[in-house]
């Protein structure tokens, strides 16, 4: 089964800075790759998604991501945070194959200060 | 644009009750899923299904059970409430492809005591 691993539970940025969350995958068949964002009190929406197109994905609000599969990773970035992205980040995976379920990260708090 | 309608928001139950979480999605999706999101754990899939009459476990099922009679409802059943349920539920749907994006409706957040 697929799984996916975020590193950090917490980030904490400054206003301006650059934002990077960590996500690897495991599987040795290149997946899905998506990457979600919760606000509080709300559901899950969709930043971005690699499907097999471009390695380097541009998402909403600024977001990208970069697949790379000789490290297994599908890392977030953002050149310059605001305040308004302080929220949890999950990354989630979903074979290419069979019924395909989607499995989630433990997700990664991100912290914006002035 | 509705989407995905998850009720009720919040619900308080006592431990062996029973009840059922609704979801209605109204963009014909063929798959839909249920999740449950706890602190550290990210979201744990409970029940998914890929189209009417079809319905699977995921990762987390036991005491709680789904069907899918329409395309457009996927409720979620407790049979007997324990605190260990205590959690926030997402109902989420997608189009067929497997490379879809869920959409996720906003949530029950559900007090077993």
């Known amino acids: 089964a697929q799984s996916v691993t975020q590193l950090g539970s917490h980030v904490s940025v400054s206003e301006g800075a650059l934002v990077l969350l960590r996500c690897n995958y495991s599987?040795?068949?290149?997946?899905?790759l998506f990457w979600y964002v919760q606000y509080p009190n709300q559901g899950l929406q969709l930043l971005l998604k690699?499907?097999?197109?471009?390695?380097l994905v541009k998402g909403i609000n600024g977001f990208e991501a970069e697949f790379k599969k000789s490290e297994t990773s599908f890392h977030l970035t953002k050149p310059s945070a605001h305040m308004s992205d302080a929220a949890e980040y999950f990354c989630?995976?979903?074979?290419?194959?069979?019924?395909?379920?989607?499995?989630f990260g433990k997700g990664t708090m991100l912290l914006v200060s002035p | 644009n509705a989407g995905v309608t998850q009720t009720p928001k919040f619900q308080v139950l006592k431990t062996g009750q029973s009840m059922t979480l609704q979801c209605a999605q109204d963009?014909?999706?063929?798959?839909m899923s249920w999740y449950r999101q706890d602190p550290g754990m990210g979201l744990r899939l409970i029940h998914y299904?890929?189209?009417?009459?079809?319905?699977d476990q995921g990762e987390v099922p036991n005491g709680y059970n789904v069907s899918r009679s329409t395309t457009e409802d996927f409720p979620l059943r407790l049979l007997s409430a324990a605190p260990s349920q205590t959690s926030v539920y997402f109902c989420?749907?997608?189009?067929?492809?497997?490379?879809?994006?869920?959409?996720f409706g906003n949530g029950t957040r559900l007090t077993v005591t």
């Open positions: 299904s890929v189209g009417a009459g079809i319905t």
């Open positions: 690699y499907t097999s197109a471009a390695t």
């Open positions: 989420a749907s997608r189009q067929g492809a497997r490379s879809s994006p869920l959409h």
């Open positions: 599987s040795s068949v290149p997946p899905y």
């Open positions: 989630a995976v979903s074979d290419r194959a069979g019924y395909s379920t989607l499995t």
């Open positions: 963009m014909n999706h063929e798959y």
